[in-house]
């Protein structure tokens, strides 16, 4: 099975997001596995008129609340089935654009160049950092931020089909990873879970030089 194909069954199990959260807001962005829980948008900094690039964007809710505050959102996904799931929630908001693509693929065909990449449980999870981020630098514009989160090492079983191809480090790793290839002002920190959980969820910041 190819991994579009895999990640195709992946969605077909997965749930649309509740259509406002604990706040009373339609669109949000989320790090963490656990609703209404851990930072927002702040880490990313100023988002509007500024290009955005989210690498496995699913159904686009994260990016779709970037384009809400302004943000000219590019959401790349493998399977592709998320581009209509995508397009069918957000499609009414303007500057966004969902594309079903590898992540290297897309960085490799395009000529674009972002203020702000970014990936949820994403494609950052699931691609060699070896070929994804030499690919992340080459469009991020100069001082553009990169950010990720994922479940922290061995405390999560990979989706179904998609055993043995994730790339998830500790922070320690991550940090000699972002800073072997360029980037500067790395931050990565386990965020604790919410209360009767005991999972957290890595967050991972960095600046391209
Ligand atoms: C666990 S889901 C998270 C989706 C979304 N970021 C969210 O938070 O709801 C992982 C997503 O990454 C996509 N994905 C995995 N590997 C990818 C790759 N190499 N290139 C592009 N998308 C990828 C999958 O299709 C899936 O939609």
Wanted: glycine content about 14%; cysteine-free.
């Amino acid at each position: 099975m190819s991994s579009a194909e895999a990640w195709e069954r992946f969605a077909a199990g997965s749930r649309p997001r509740r259509s406002v959260n604990a706040r009373g807001e339609k669109t949000w962005l989320n790090w963490t596995q656990y609703p209404d829980h851990g930072p927002a948008e702040e880490i990313l900094g100023p988002l509007a008129g500024r290009r955005v690039l989210e690498l496995g964007s699913g159904g686009g809710d994260n990016l779709a609340h970037l384009a809400a505050l302004g943000a000219l959102g590019t959401g790349v996904d493998i399977a592709p089935s998320r581009k209509a799931a995508a397009e069918g929630r957000w499609g009414h908001l303007p500057g966004l654009d969902f594309r079903t693509a590898e992540a290297v693929d897309f960085l490799d065909g395009t000529a674009e160049t972002f203020d702000v990449v970014l990936s949820v449980f994403g494609a950052v999870w699931f691609t060699d950092p070896g070929r994804l981020l030499p690919a992340v630098r080459a469009h991020l514009a100069p001082g553009g931020v990169l950010a990720f989160s994922h479940a922290p090492p061995a405390s999560r079983k990979p989706p179904p089909g998609n055993s043995g191809i994730r790339h998830d480090h500790t922070p320690a790793e991550w940090r000699a990873i972002l800073g072997g290839h360029g980037f500067r002002e790395v931050s990565v920190t386990v965020l604790a879970p919410p209360a009767g959980e005991t999972v957290g969820t890595l967050l991972a910041r960095a600046v391209a030089g």
